[in-house]
């Protein structure tokens, strides 16, 4: 999920300090050696009969393939994705995501005794976020390989939610099941000009286009640890310098953040990034502009947007600084339109209030649906859908007047000027007390 720009202005003081660069690109060892072959083909091989008449050359290159494929009756991912990472990493460790020593003045946090005591503290925490990225990386490949124009919206969305679900162990039928694992916030598939928050309500029938541009943002989370991460998906390759900005833009902006970096710095490094592209379409050449009012985020326990934002763009004089042991999601957005959004359409996407009032509800249909969001969900954001799998119906006149009530936020969808197209690149980071850890890295993005 995204953040969306509150306008305001800050303090002047600019001479701000780099605090980090990236060093090691780790994190593309996502799947353990054995998880790597595809299991279908240990099927097809074990059937031996109708290798007969293949001549002794193949024979042999299969059996050597064969032979590969069956070491140590190693448990490997299905397809679709099914089977839980727990399975996979029988120990519980996690791969690791991209690690990054802190630089200048924070050099000195990779050797510190204090420091890496401070890390080792953490090692839970660390962990269940390194099952989340594992399972958002496996889920994502699955969709990267998978979705294609033809599909419905709403068969996308459900095939990553399951895949999602199924890999933390949670399906989150049962109360308080999705609080300890399972989606962290409902799966986003924005497409063209629309930007994000958006998802199919019950009933859509909208397909997947091939001019399509199609923005897939979804997180795993374990004990409300939440991995948010998003990628671009296109069929033509006219979009592939769109993409290039904002996967250069989001790189740029997961460099320059580190402990005691000014949010207004990063903004400007990704703007510059950013803004150095263009695309042709039809012709017509299109500067890539940053969405200067959507913006990054830290993220806390069970709560995608935790209060600080990180700008896009160099305009915001936001002199609000990272801190150490924070999460934030890096997340950039270019478009060819005006470079700014509004809402638009249904509306999807919602949320407990972090500090709700706790005003009297006179109707009973909002009075249940509150004790089922407070059972299921907690502050983790959901989508209509998601009350539609718990057996709610009937719960729109409910919601509207938890919304009104300011008991729940609504996301609605945000989106760009009609004809333009929009892309994002989103990963999590951990700034731990020793080094930064881009937990959801992987070797696609
Ligand atoms: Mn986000
Ligand atoms: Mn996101």
Redesign the pocket.
Known sequence: ???QATDKLQGLDLNGQNGAKAETPAASQATPAEAEDDSDDDQEEGEGAADAGASGAAKKKKKRKSKKKKKGGAKVQSEPPRVPVSNLFPNNQYPEGEICEYLNDNAYRTTNEEKRYLDRMNNDFLNEYRQGAEIHRQVRQYAQKNIRPGQTLTEIAEGIEDSVRALTGHQGLEEGDNLKGGMGFPCGLSINHCAAHYTPNAGNKMVLNEGDVMKV?FGAQLNGRIV?S?FTMTFDPVYDPLLAAVKDATNTGIREAGIDVRMSDIGAAIQEAMESYEVELNGQMHPVKCIRNLN??NIEQHV?HGGKSVPIVKSSNDQTKMEEGETF?I?TFGSTGKGYVREDMECSHYALTPDAPNVPLRLSSAKNLLSVINKNFGTLPWCRRYLDRLGQDKYLLGLNNLVQAGIVQDYPPLCDVKGSYTAQF?HTILLRPNVKEVISRGDDY
Do not use: L, V
Request: proline share 0%; no cysteine; aromatic share 0%.
């Open positions: 999920m995204a953040a943002d948010d998003a990054g985020h995608i999601a997340e989103e």
